[in-house]
């Protein structure tokens, strides 16, 4: 399950990103606030978890620069997002975590790290 995460992408993303993180992480839509709709974007839940994806003008993907998306069940997450086609490249170079990174569908890098247990 998802902790937490924000994110600012490019305007006109809003149906890939709506098919990525309702498809891949499978999360759920919500709907935004009118005032905050009429300004693009869109939101998604799983659980606790809020996730707000504002649109930006000049938007260039973050592809080092990234955020951590603390995860359960990490070996699980990766095989979902592998099966729904996301790219995962492993890495064991964070001692003390199994962890992972993905790219979303406008190029920006998501890290997936978790505790070793």
Same mark, same amino acid.
């Given at each position: 399950?998802?902790v937490?995460?924000? =994110?600012? /992408? @490019?305007a006109? $993303?809003? @149906?890939?990103?709506? *098919? %990525? #993180?309702? &498809? ?7 709907? !935004?606030?009118?005032?905050? *709709? ?5 939101? %998604? ?6 996730? =707000?994806? $504002?649109?930006?003008?000049? %938007? ?5 620069? =990234?955020? &951590?998306?603390?995860? $359960?069940?990490? #070996?699980?997450?990766?095989a979902?997002?592998? !099966?729904?086609?996301? @790219?995962?490249? /492993? ?5 003390? =975590?199994?962890? %992972?990174?993905?790219?979303? @569908? ?7 790290? *978790?505790?070793?247990?």
């Amino acid at each position: 399950m998802l902790v937490a995460v924000d =994110h600012v /992408r @490019p305007a006109g $993303s809003e @149906p890939r990103l709506r *098919a %990525f #993180h309702e &498809g891949v992480p499978g999360m759920t839509e919500i709907p !935004k606030p009118p005032v905050l *709709a009429a300004r693009g974007g869109c939101r %998604f839940a799983a659980g606790r978890v809020r996730l =707000h994806l $504002s649109v930006e003008a000049g %938007f260039r993907p973050a592809r080092k620069a =990234h955020p &951590g998306l603390r995860v $359960s069940g990490i #070996h699980d997450y990766a095989a979902r997002l592998e !099966k729904r086609g996301a @790219p995962v490249a /492993r890495d064991d170079n964070l001692p003390g =975590h199994r962890r %992972f990174s993905t790219q979303d @569908p406008v190029g920006n890098r998501l890290e997936f790290p *978790a505790p070793l247990e």
